[in-house]
Each structure stands twice: as C-alpha cells, then as structure tokens.
C-alpha cells in the first residue's frame, strides 16, 4: 500500500529540515513524498534540495496559497492514501505511517485521523496542549468539532469522487473538505486513541478573537453551502466548551 505524504512550505527554513527528517525516518519504507514550495525565499529550497535524492517529487513555483498548494499535491499523488504533514510539524514517533497503514489494511474504512499535540517551538518535546478527537457521528461539525487535519488520512480515491479543497476558503477549507467526506458524503472513517503530530503551538496571540471571527463565518458556509444546518449560538457554546477540553486533557495526561 503506497502512502504519498505532502509537505506545503513557505519560508519555512527553521523548521522544514525536521519536518522532512520526520517522514524519512519513519519505519514504514513505501511513502510517496511530495513537498510543495511556493517560492521561498529565505533558504528553505536550498533545505529542501539538500534532501532531494530521499523526496519522490519537488514542486516549487508561486501558489495562491497552502490549500493551492495542498490540491498540486493531491493531484500529483499516486498513492493508495494520502495524508499531509506542515512545514513546521513533526510525526510524533517514526511508527506512525506504520499505524496507520495498519488500521487502513485491518478495517473496511476511506479515512483514518488520531490525536494532535501542541508542542513548544523552542522545545518539540515540550507538549503545551493537545486536541484529543473522537470518532465521528452525525452532526459533531455542527458542534464546532473537525478532526486534527494533520492527522487526517484519506484514501486517494474520496479526492477523485468528492472534489479537492476549495481555494475561496482562507482558513477552513482543510474543515470543509473533511465535512464533505464525513457528514455530507458519509465516508467510513475510524478515529484512533493514539498521538499522530507534534504541532509548533503559536502561542495565544495567534488565536484571538478575529480568526475566531473568521473560522466561524467559514465554518458556516462550510456548512451551508454542503446542506447542512448551523445554528451560530450552539456552535459557539461548544467552541467555548472545546477550549477548556484542551487544557483538561493536558492534565490528565
């Protein structure tokens, strides 16, 4: 089973060295990798390069953004599944593609998602917060739940019969795609009690009131837009009712 992995980067210099070393290092051999660059200039296609003979495909021209560069990736894939990794995360240990294959060969599923942690950037093994999923049923979209779409792999064939992510969202096309696939199309998923990523935590500046603002009104269209129903205060209750659930699952960790 080919898994094709796809790295989107942008001036990513500090960080996409260890993003690349994470897919290399994992212990399952047959991985299509593909790394998107959207015209860097700050080094990182010289990092990039320097990995070349270990990248299956390197594309790197001017995009109109991460969801444009995610679809090149899509429709440069070959692989049975495909999943992404950001320029700025790591696997959480090198088994996960591993895991994942398993699950997919193990059990009559489209897609598969786990566990994100939120680590430091000064220290990758310092975990700040962690999204903890759940496995999905009708109408969690509704209640402001997504899965962790770094942690999101879907088989090739859901992108052929469902459609790529749409380039008029700026922030929620990642959540779009995946209220297609689950609630509107009713892909058979499995969800995984497991740590798949180590995301670089921003910080709380990077998540105040106007991207909240913003993903709100996407996740709207999102749904709208896909037949669904939103009601805006029962969304926001669970939203604010998911942001305490982070920081209680850090604690029993």
């Known amino acids: 089973m080919l898994v094709t992995i796809v790295t989107v980067v942008l001036n990513a210099r500090n960080t996409i060295d260890n993003t690349i070393r994470s897919v290399l290092s994992q212990t399952y ?25 270990s990248i299956t495909k390197i ?27 950001n ?9 996960v593609v ?5 699950e997919f060969k193990n059990n009559n599923i489209d897609c598969i998602y786990g566990n994100l942690v939120y680590v430091s950037r000064q220290n990758l093994s310092r975990i700040t917060r962690i999204w903890r999923s759940r496995t999905f049923c009708d109408g969690l979209f509704e209640k402001s739940w997504t899965p962790a779409h770094p942690t999101f792999y879907c088989k090739k064939d859901l992108y052929d019969r469902f459609g790529i992510y749409r380039t008029d ?6 959540a779009e795609l995946m209220y297609r696939f689950l609630q509107k199309n009713h892909a058979k998923s499995k969800y995984v009690n497991a740590d798949f990523v180590r995301m670089s935590d921003l910080g709380v500046s990077s998540r105040g009131i106007r ?41 029993k960790r």
């Open 29 to 53: 051999r047959n991985i299509e990798y593909i790394v998107i660059d959207g015209g860097s200039t700050d080094g990182s296609l010289d990092i990039i390069n320097s990995h070349r003979n």
């Open 59 to 85: 594309i790197s021209e001017p995009d109109k953004g991460i969801y444009d560069g995610m679809n090149k990736g899509v429709l440069a894939a070959s692989g049975d599944i495909i999943g992404f990794l």
């Open 87 to 95: 320029a700025d995360d790591t696997f959480y240990d090198n088994t």
């Open 98 to 102: 591993q895991n994942i294959v398993s």
């Open 169 to 174: 969202f700026k922030i929620a096309a990642d």
């Open 211 to 251: 991207s909240t603002i913003v993903i709100t009104k996407e996740m709207r269209r999102a749904i709208v837009e896909n037949g669904g129903q939103f009601n805006l205060f029962k969304y926001l209750f669970y939203k604010f009712l998911k942001i305490g659930d982070f920081f209680k699952a850090y604690g």
